[in-house]
């Protein structure tokens, strides 16, 4: 899970101006704007809290249907093989947070604090890793120290199927999640503290604990939250390079698919869910505490030269960039390699996807129409329900019900929400049956599953906006969706476009939330990855991985450059 809203271009301009007394908006509009806000609350309903509804209900049933309480979690915790899986993900989860926030705190201070040289080319190679999914890391440090890996001796004896191999996984994946929370952390922070330090004669170590820390003390307890919850509820790394060392995410997975056990399966997935769902509650508390970084009176924080600092930061970055990219270049020389270990000649032979278990080329348009479908209807779903939110008059409760469900996504893994699918979608007596195995289910998946992030983007980009624009428009009598086509979409148009591409870039690469819902007909990339794997084509699945990775960077550039030419169209009064 993560809570911070995706980065957007431009700054909204605001418009102070005495209150005058105007018209109201017209009583049909508002009653349109309710109606339309009801559909959009039900429509979070029957896809977050309906199937969560569900998942509890299965784990309180046995064999034949009957309720039996809580008889299903006693004998989860009477087999301590199960139970073992709580520990092991905790203290995986522990781990990685640690050295993760760490490094994070370490690569956001060298790009906002030094005046280290190349920070631009830092901060790209940093989120390479949002651009695949998590099983190419696992199956890159397969190949790098696995049994026949290029460095299986590096490990001094240690095997990398297991914890070890875990953890490094799981710091790479969740590494750019950390750096964005921190990077905006220490962003702002006030000279004058520094300059206060700088003539009471307080040491560079003294000034580093008494003023940065403290002054990004909410960006760390959040990027600690939020990169827990992303390792303790994530599927790919443990299932690739697990091996024997069992946790929760794969236990969901192993009692599901492997023992067609569905109730022991709702029992994991509700254990799952806990941690999330307490780590989501933290966090927005500790928001709730956070004050202002700077005050109308401070003064911007410029970095100065300073050598010994400077060449830390460049050591330190450099360091993480390289082993991002190694990575990276691993999974791609292996799938590159004709018949690993002996014969590395490079050809394309393990992208003859058509001839590989796991879906074929097939698999790989699959996603991209699944990612297309999530980026356009996920994106109009968002902004609308942000817009109704923020601009519905009134209605008091109908607007709090839907934040409540509209962040209730941010706290439910994905390979929960998945599970929570199969037992309410396709269930018989469920008039919305005829869409499960569907391309259509992969798709609301999808949307519901990434909605909080999206959704606290739109929001953000919206109160940005005077109230003042809504008002004349009312006075005026012009019906609010003109408003809105008209005026409060161009202004929004870098947050709907980031909205898109954040939509559409999660869903090409996500693997726990569709893992249960696919068909033979609508088999996805990520899914492939994880077939062959299994099948023991690690190298086809390497290739697929890399497949995934390569369409989400061309992707990725292809909305930069449109993106450019057409919000500087759009957003010309921005530069006035």
């Known amino acids: 899970m993560t809570s911070v809203a995706i980065d957007t271009t431009g700054k909204a301009a605001t418009v102070s101006s005495p209150a005058a007394p105007v018209r ?34 299965k784990a309180g049933e046995g064999p034949k249907g009957e309720f039996v309480g809580l008889a299903n979690f006693v004998q ?16 995986i989860a522990l781990v990685s947070t640690v050295i993760c926030v760490l490094l994070s705190f370490i690569f956001a201070y060298g790009l906002t604090r030094t005046c280290m040289p190349g920070r631009g080319v830092f901060k790209l190679v940093s989120q390479i890793p949002l651009l695949a999914p998590s099983l190419l890391p696992a199956i890159s440090l397969v190949y790098l120290f696995g049994n026949q890996g290029i460095a299986k001796g590096a490990l001094f004896g240690a095997s990398i199927y297991g914890p ?51 002054g990004a003390r909410y960006g760390l307890i959040s990027a600690t939250f939020v990169v827990f919850t992303l390792v303790i509820t994530d599927f790919g790394v443990p299932k690739v390079i697990g091996g024997q060392y069992n946790v929760l995410a794969t236990d969901v997975y192993k009692q599901v698919v492997g023992q067609q056990n569905f109730r022991m399966g709702a029992v994991v997935g509700l254990l799952l869910l806990f941690p999330a769902v307490l780590s989501f509650f933290v966090d927005q ?50 799938s590159l390699a004709t018949l690993w270990p002996y014969n590395l000649t490079p050809s394309l032979k393990n992208y003859d996807f058509d001839n590989m278990d796991g879906g074929g080329w097939e698999s790989f348009f699959n996603s991209l129409r699944m990612a297309g479908y999530t980026a356009v209807f996920g ?88 109230q003042e624009i809504e008002t004349v428009s009312a006075s005026l009598r012009v019906a609010f969706y003109r408003t809105f086509l008209r005026v409060t979409l161009p202004v929004c148009l870098p947050a709907v476009l980031d909205i898109a591409m954040y939509l559409f870039v999660n869903a090409l690469t996500t693997v726990s939330a ?35 990775f390569f369409a989400a960077t061309i992707v990725r550039v292809l909305y930069t450059l449109l993106a450019k030419g057409a919000l500087a169209r759009t957003q010309a009064w921005r530069h006035r």
């Open 24 to 57: 109201q908006r017209t009583s049909r509009d508002d009653i349109l704007m309710r109606v339309m806000l009801a559909v959009l609350t039900l429509w979070l309903i029957v896809t977050v809290l309906l199937p969560l509804g569900a998942l509890l209900i």
């Open 76 to 91: 989860y915790f009477s087999n301590p093989a199960l139970t073992a899986s709580i520990s092991n993900s905790i203290l």
């Open 164 to 214: 070890i191999g875990i953890v490094i996984g799981e710091v790479f994946w969740t590494f750019p999640h950390a750096l964005i929370i921190m990077t905006t952390a220490l962003a702002t922070s006030d000279a004058r503290l520094y300059e206060a330090a700088e003539s009471l004669k307080a040491s560079a170590w003294r000034t580093f604990w008494t003023v940065t820390i403290p």
């Open 285 to 334: 508390w500790v928001q709730r505490k956070q004050s202002a970084a700077l005050s109308a009176r401070a003064v911007p924080y410029q970095p100065k030269p300073d050598t010994a600092t400077d060449t830390f930061a460049f050591v330190a970055c450099g360091l993480i960039s390289l082993i991002v990219l190694v990575i990276i270049g691993m999974a791609f020389f292996a």
């Open 379 to 466: 994106t109009a779903i968002v902004f609308a329900g942000a817009y109704l939110v923020e601009k519905t008059k009134g209605f008091s409760f109908g607007r709090l019900l839907f934040q409540m469900l509209a962040l209730l996504p941010l706290a439910v893994p994905g390979i929960v929400l998945g599970l929570g699918y199969i037992f309410f979608f396709n269930a018989p007596s469920n008039p919305f049956n005829f869409i499960y195995g569907t391309m259509s289910i992969l798709v609301i998946c999808s949307v519901a599953h990434f909605y909080s992030v999206a959704h606290l983007t739109a929001v953000t980009a919206l109160k940005q906006l005077d």
């Open 514 to 548: 569709v893992v249960f819902l696919y068909s033979p007909q609508t088999t996805l990339a990520s899914i492939a990855v994880l077939n062959m794997d299994d099948a023991g084509d690690v190298a086809p699945a390497a290739a697929m991985a890399m497949t995934i």
